[in-house]
């Protein structure tokens, strides 16, 4: 069975760093394509940051120029290095995994998800 572990999350201060970890078994981050998620109460889950095949990144808006997405193939694991972080970036975080192409914001193309790691920012 493909199993997505999230890791990492924490409580941290407004403008502290965190890094969250994504351990795939079953799956070979390096040949599908990974993001992700997040979602705070009350709100719809939404994209954060995804990744290609070919180790290309891809950020929201809300995030970019603070996250940085990467993998480690050896590790079979990816990551999300979370810097200056704000109040709004408090949610549940979520890594996701497809194997082939998908729409990378849309919740409903990617094939795997985890059970998500807590983020809260005060």
């Known amino acids: 069975d493909v199993q997505l572990v999230e890791s990492g999350g924490g409580s941290v201060q407004t403008g502290g760093s965190l890094r969250l970890s994504c351990a795939a078994s079953g799956y070979s981050v390096s040949t599908g394509y990974m993001a992700w998620f997040r979602q705070a109460p009350g709100k719809e889950r939404e994209g954060v940051a995804a990744?290609?095949?070919?180790?290309?990144?891809t950020y929201t808006y809300a995030v970019a120029g603070r996250f940085t997405i990467s993998q480690d193939n050896a590790k079979n694991t990816l990551y999300l290095q979370m810097n200056n972080l704000q109040l709004e970036d408090t949610a549940m975080y979520f890594c996701?995994?497809?194997?082939?192409?998908?729409?990378?914001?849309?919740?409903?193309?990617?094939?795997?998800w985890g059970q998500g790691t807590q983020v809260t920012v005060s």
């Open positions: 996701a995994a497809a194997f082939v192409k998908t729409c990378r914001w849309s919740t409903m193309g990617w094939n795997y």
């Open positions: 990744i290609d095949t070919a180790g290309a990144p």
